[in-house]
């Protein structure tokens, strides 16, 4: 069966955009190829700097013929409807068909349509594609109206060896042919399908598979290193940009002047990375070795001699700011700069960094009673330094260095480790494959951070909304809980939220009063006022422990916890109870994970779900609740007394462990509930005659909802 072939032959597409922008053109063109009911075998697509690249196979010669039976009204219609159903379908009343449909005789239209062929519907299909492809950013060139990356060049079109060709606004030529490498195969040659194309690219010096160059680079850049008997920096975002640079990777190693081997790792790697696209080689013991490694785009006839060089005198300028930078802000003692972030806004309703920088210092102080080991004095000496580095002058050149640079200039000035090291990582974990700070006085730091920038969005309503979060709540969210989660902390966030809350009001943050005042009656007087803190229990609280609850169900899920299990631990609120320990709400989650995959723990759910059924049945039918106790002395058969006592026992024993976080013993305990129940339902009958009986019986199986509900709303579990 026919393939098809389609390549966009552009001016340079930024790397960022590449891969994107391959998955969106299979997209459309599968949708195309789906509406013009053309089936097809593998789709295919390819990016390089300057190609865009889409194969499809096994395409059909054309589209399948249709027959399409349209009902229209009764044979027996008034005229005009008649008439309208024969125009909307072009036929006359002789061509339609009358059959009875057991509800009456009815006009049918039936309509068949000859399928087109696949080589003229492929052309409008493709334009369309090819107007509709989405980018970031896109560009208008010469004459013409067509928006696209870059401008576009030329269209290469093939099927079944046949040339297509395909219109665009700039009218852009389309053929069957196309060009190699820029400066290695600057020809132009013609390509009859797939395999011919990849082949005679491959001549021609470029690499179309982005995977391929990707192992490429990495397999000589690693030999690069070793021959140098060093090690190649794992960097992966760097190979992925790297492969949309270049078509025919050639790895060279350069050197680094002696003279830069003295400013930090970070900000020689940074550099090197963020401006000029090099790997950095390590030394055996991880230190950064003065090589790094360029992958040049073309094969030079001096063997890369003269890239080398070039690149290195740019890097060798590059790196002399940076060494000025570093020298330079050593001169001045970290400290000194705090002052300066008071004209350094924050946000423009949340106030200056140097407020932010108060607050954070109080909340770390108090957050330190919640951290094991974390000293209070030191908590609050790593938080009011850990946002001076952003006055530094390498910092505004690297921001992406914030924290790395302030432990620098702390560890310089011999301030005491741990707090230069709690305010390296009191951004972190910037995101899901970054770690946690376990370090006590990090923690503290970095939790008082995140803390203060949630409450305090939280209270001017600035909160996520879909997929539109542009503070990154969500990410500080899950930062939070993870700290709290991996560092097992006993922290209780309704309290801390509090706390948070305080700092603003203490410094009177115009927006946030106005937040809080807002739902008070009488916003002037002192008495309204002094009540805006309660304000945030009020409205505000419990919304964004929600918020921070999505968020761990989600990591919960992660882990493989099944989705019904979290639901049963957290839906626990809704009887009044907001947990906000999420040590306790995970270790409840494990403990009835394990229960519930024991036979009695299925065979108890399965119980429940019996009596709260029967109890919620007879409860709406009589508007009434079984809340009171059952009553011993209007025991009769020996099974509900049975009952009855484990019951009991149960009561007495059961709110110990809970208060006592002995989960697994309470799931246990719940286990013995079993033999009664099954006894109880086996022998029972509770729907008695007698109404007392009836009613006793009822709030005996309102006990064990209640009893189990306590730990988790078991009616939220499936199965």
Known sequence: MPELLLELFSEEIPARMQARAADDLARLATAGLKDAGLEHGDVRTFVTPRRLVLTVADLPEKQP?????????????PDKAVEGFLKANGLTREQCEERDTGKGVFLFAVVEKIGAGTADVLPGLLSKVVAELPWQKSMRWGEGTMRWVRSLERILCVFGGKTLEIETRNAVPCGAATSGHRFLAPGVFEVSDFADYEAKLRAAHVILDREE???????RAAAAAKAEGLTLRDDPGLLEEVAGLVEWPVVLTGKIDDAFMDVPDEVLTTSMRSHQKYFSLLNDDGSLAPRFVVVANTEAKDGGEAIIAGNERVLRARLSDAK???????????????????????????????????????????????????????????ARLAKADLATEMVYEFPELQGIMGRYYLLHEGHDADVADAVARHYSPAGPGDACPTAPVSVAVALADKLDTLVGFWVIGEKPTGSRDPFALRRAALGVIRIIIENGLRIPLSEVFFRAVQGYLEQDIEAVREALNSHLENTSSETAIESVSKVWADFHQNDLLEFFSDR?????????VRHDLISAVFAVKKAGWFEDDFVRLTMKVDALSSFLATEDGANLLAAYKRASNIVSIEEKKGGMEYSADATEDRLVETQEKLLFQSLYDLGAKFGPMLDEERFDEAMAMLATLRGPVDDFFDHVTVNAEDMELRENRLRLLAKIREGMNSVAVFSEIEG
């Open 552 to 560: 761990l169900k989600i990591q919960l899920r992660e882990r493989g």
């Open 324 to 382: 000025f930078f570093w020298d330079q802000d050593r001169k001045v003692e970290l400290e000194s700069r705090i002052q300066t972030l008071a004209g350094s806004v924050f946000h423009a309703r949340l106030g200056t960094m140097a407020q932010k920088v108060e607050r954070i210092t109080a909340l770390a102080g108090d957050l330190a009673e919640f951290v094991p080991g974390c000293e209070t004095d030191k908590a609050m000496r790593a």
């Open 65 to 77: 013929d249709l027959r399409e039976e349209k009902r229209g009204p009764r044979a027996d219609a």
């Open 213 to 219: 160059r990707k192992a490429v680079i990495a397999e």
